[in-house]
């Protein structure tokens, strides 16, 4: 058994108890994701403007010849983090149309490419772009009203199959004997 996975079995309790931890908090911010929304648009502000001043710092430390560029990408970074602490409100109505446009075009591009490339299992990707392009539209269809809830729902979601998928994980590598990997040939 590789060392990796060792490592993994060896502490199956503690990536059990996590997974636990993120699928009750996933549960959480399903049930409350007006909330959950709201949190959702303070931790992009925070991070945009943590981003923008650490990109100003390493314009200055880095960049002499091309700083004005990093700054300017610095200002605007902060700028907009600071607009989404201003008014976070309007910040989940932006962000929650610009999910539903991106889940338009990127339905429809998997779509196109499924039909286009024909690769194995390609049926997949057709259910998965279809399936991004109706969230797209019943997110669209429903904004303005869709842009309190949707941002906490995608968390809670996201956060929900994080521990479930920890949780599997621990109970498989607690549970079963793994097959021995062949060793890669060096050339």
């Known amino acids: 058994m590789s060392e990796p996975l060792e490592s993994v079995r060896s502490n199956w309790g503690w990536m059990l108890a996590f997974g636990v931890v ?3 908090w996933g549960l959480f911010a399903i049930a409350y994701s007006v909330f959950f929304t709201a949190v959702s648009v303070f931790a992009v ?3 945009l403007i943590i ?25 605007l970074a902060v700028a ?21 446009a991106y889940f338009i075009f990127s339905g429809i591009f998997r779509i196109a490419a499924a039909f286009t490339l024909r690769m194995p299992n390609w049926g997949w990707l057709v259910f998965s772009g279809l399936l991004s392009l109706a969230l797209g539209i019943v997110i669209w269809g429903g904004w303005p009203a869709t842009a309190f ?11 929900l199959f994080m521990g479930l998928s920890r949780i599997m994980l621990a ?9 021995t990997l062949p060793t890669p040939r060096t050339v």
């Open 22 to 24: 993120l699928a009750l």
């Open 51 to 75: 981003g923008g001043v650490l990109e100003a710092i390493h314009a200055f430390r880095h960049h002499r010849r091309h700083a004005v560029w990093y700054i300017v990408e610095a200002m």
């Open 171 to 179: 109970v498989a590598v607690r549970s079963g004997p793994f097959p």
């Open 45 to 47: 502000a925070w991070l």
């Open 149 to 159: 809830w949707v941002l906490g729902l995608f968390v809670g979601i996201h956060l």
């Open 80 to 100: 907009a983090g600071f607009l989404l602490l201003r008014s976070p409100a309007e910040g989940a109505l932006v962000i929650t149309l610009l999910l539903a």
